[in-house]
Nanobody, 114 residues
């Protein structure tokens, strides 16, 4: 099973921005919907944004609407995060495919300081 690879996490001050990237081999990447999830300490993993194979359909969790955007091409997906809040601190995961056969990346840490 192909595993996507995330990058772009780090430490940022509240109000700042970060862009996360996710990639996988093109033959797998282009045929799958992509999801971004996050898991904060002692909390369940939650879906925060998704994008369809063609990049036409997107979904955002209410708490990130207006602050996060998602985009993709055939080999990369991006999560642009702006106006970051302390409560956005979490490990962020990319998922290749949104059904039961989807595969997870290793995750990238995002820490937002006050």
């Amino acid at each position: 099973q192909v595993q996507p690879v995330e990058s772009g996490g780090g430490l940022v001050q509240a109000g700042g921005s970060l862009r996360l990237s996710c990639t996988a081999p093109e033959n797998e990447f282009r045929s799958n919907h992509i999801g971004w999830y996050r898991q904060a300490p002692d909390k369940a993993r939650e879906m925060i944004a998704t994008i369809s194979t063609g990049g036409i359909t997107t979904y955002f969790l209410d708490s990130v609407k207006g602050r996060f955007t998602i985009s993709r091409d055939n080999t990369m997906a991006y999560l642009q995060m702006s106006s970051l809040k302390c409560e956005d601190t979490a490990v962020y995961y990319c998922r290749l495919g949104l059904n039961q056969f989807g595969s997870w990346g290793q995750g990238t840490q995002v820490t937002v300081s006050s």
